[in-house]
């Protein structure tokens, strides 16, 4: 999951990857809305994951494996305790919300949030890369749901009927991103797909003031990942979108389509950086134009020319005056890095989820990734794809940035409660927030394979105790793997 992130004020902190979502309430508790907070007009685009107005980040939980993959989304609202169950929202695609829940759909693969009508008010769109139509069965598509509606009604866009280079296939909204690419204030939807039967990638960009969806070919080959980000990477006032693929021979490859302004996003070109299938976009060292993290889980998909530790690892990429494109400005950090805790295993997946928050207060973005692959040692007993979190704290040099200092996190330590099981995967998905709302930065940390696949997240305050948010608190069913999909 990717978003975008600035070190500003934490209450203040950017729109990121922003998560447009057809809501529907199926009877688990009504999100408790704000009665008449509403935004003033001309308020500019909401900057934080606050859709009941209250002034608390809220958890976005993303479940395309809810009910034989036809999927969810879960809002838990932010309270003075953190992430909580009190006015959850449970979101299907039913009743106002467009489409119906159908098996395969996964509505929920993956959400990003903003706001694409300037109203001051927080915005959805969510992912549904099964979803068919009367010609294509997994042609895809995103739902983007408004705040004004209590996100309860919207509409959705997919590939172009008319285009001659078959987008029909695209499995568009495996990963979807928002950013306003026009400059015009309105926050804009980017989906992309992995593409299916020959069809190749896709990228979809769909402009808030008109409407209207431009289909864009991301890759000639289909793809096994792929994940995207908006940001102003050359500083130019216009979000520009950066994307993460591997395709179907394993080879990792990143693309950058820069906006040309009022027109739009431009054609693709390469990032010379290795890539891999995480990332997330904010500016890390505060200079104006936004930076980029590649999470490289699987080191023999990076170029050999880029390296890719054993393990994986992350890279980080500068934005500069003419974008990503260029060679350099970029910081490899992997287990053997320094100061970084862990001993490096193949199959650690080092990088497999990204985010990026100042986590300390120094007005330095910093690293949160997921390692689910990693093994775990208690009392003696080793559990193989336990899973743990790393944070990585960054400094700013003349040169660029630094890893400043990392501290890891699994189950029985940092807070956390009880002992990693094989197979939980902790660090499946990462995100951050203000969700206690008292200005303090908490972790939410997904492990999708806890009891049997049901799936978890973690909730780790700024101080205290971690706790446990399971099914019964985000209204998921068995089996859905909960945890894989987080953004806030």
Excluded: C
């Excluded at 447009?20 to 900057?47: D, H, M, N």
């Amino acid at each position: 999951m990717s978003r975008r992130a600035r070190a500003e004020h934490p209450l203040t902190r950017q729109r990121v990857r922003a998560v447009a979502v057809v809501l529907a309430v199926t009877g688990i508790g009504g999100l408790a809305w704000t009665g008449g907070a509403q935004a003033a007009p001309g308020a500019g685009p909401a900057s934080r994951s606050d859709f009941n107005n209250d002034k608390f980040d809220d958890l976005v939980v993303g479940v395309p494996d809810a009910s034989s993959a036809a999927g969810q989304v879960s809002i838990l609202p932010g309270s003075g305790s953190g992430p909580s169950n009190t006015g959850l929202k449970v979101i299907t695609q039913s009743g106002s919300v467009p489409g119906s829940p159908e098996t395969g759909d996964r509505f929920g693969a993956d959400v990003a949030y903003g706001d694409v009508d300037g109203d001051g008010l927080t915005d959805l769109a969510v992912g549904s890369p099964g979803e068919a139509d009367s010609v294509f069965k997994e042609r895809g598509n995103v739902t983007v749901l408004t705040g004004s509606s209590q996100l309860t009604q919207g509409d959705y866009f997919t590939t172009a009927d008319d285009d001659p280079r078959n987008p029909g296939k695209a499995r568009l909204g495996t990963a979807v991103a928002m950013g306003d690419i026009t400059g015009d204030g309105l926050d804009d939807v980017v989906g992309v797909g992995l593409g299916s039967a020959g069809s190749g990638g896709w990228l979809v960009w769909r402009d808030s003031a008109t409407k209207k969806a431009t289909t864009l070919r991301l890759t000639f080959e289909d793809l096994n990942h792929v994940d995207v980000a908006a940001g102003d990477f050359n500083g130019d006032g216009f979000d520009d979108v950066a994307v993460a693929t591997v395709d179907r021979y394993g080879q990792a490859r990143a693309y950058e389509y820069p906006s040309a302004g009022r027109t739009g996003l431009t054609h693709a070109m390469a990032i010379q950086m290795g890539a891999g299938r995480s990332i997330a976009a904010g500016d890390i060292n505060q200079d104006g134009r936004d930076d980029i993290v590649i999470g490289q889980p699987a080191p023999a998909e990076t170029a050999p020319a880029y390296g890719g530790a054993t393990g994986g690892q992350v890279t980080v990429k500068l934005g500069q005056d003419y974008g990503l494109y260029y060679r350099g400005h970029t910081t490899a950090i992997s287990q053997a890095t320094p100061n970084v805790p862990g001993e490096a295993v193949d199959g650690d997946a080092m990088g497999t989820s990204v985010d990026l928050r100042d986590l300390n207060g120094d007005n330095t973005l910093d690293i949160i990734t997921g390692l689910p692959g990693k093994e775990s040692t208690v009392n003696g007993v080793t559990s193989a794809d336990a899973g743990s979190v790393l944070l990585l704290n960054l400094t700013t040099t003349p040169d660029g940035i630094a890893l400043k200092n990392a501290t890891g996190l699994s189950q029985g330590t940092g807070g956390i409660g009880g002992g990693g099981e094989s197979g939980d995967q902790l660090g499946t998905a990462v995100t951050a927030g203000d969700f206690a709302g008292n200005g303090t930065t908490g972790l939410v940390l997904g492990a999708a394979g806890e009891n049997n696949g049901d799936g978890t997240t973690v909730y780790r305050p700024a101080t205290g105790a971690a706790s446990f948010l399971g099914k019964g608190i985000a209204g998921t069913p068995t089996g859905s793997r909960l945890g894989s999909v987080l953004t806030s």
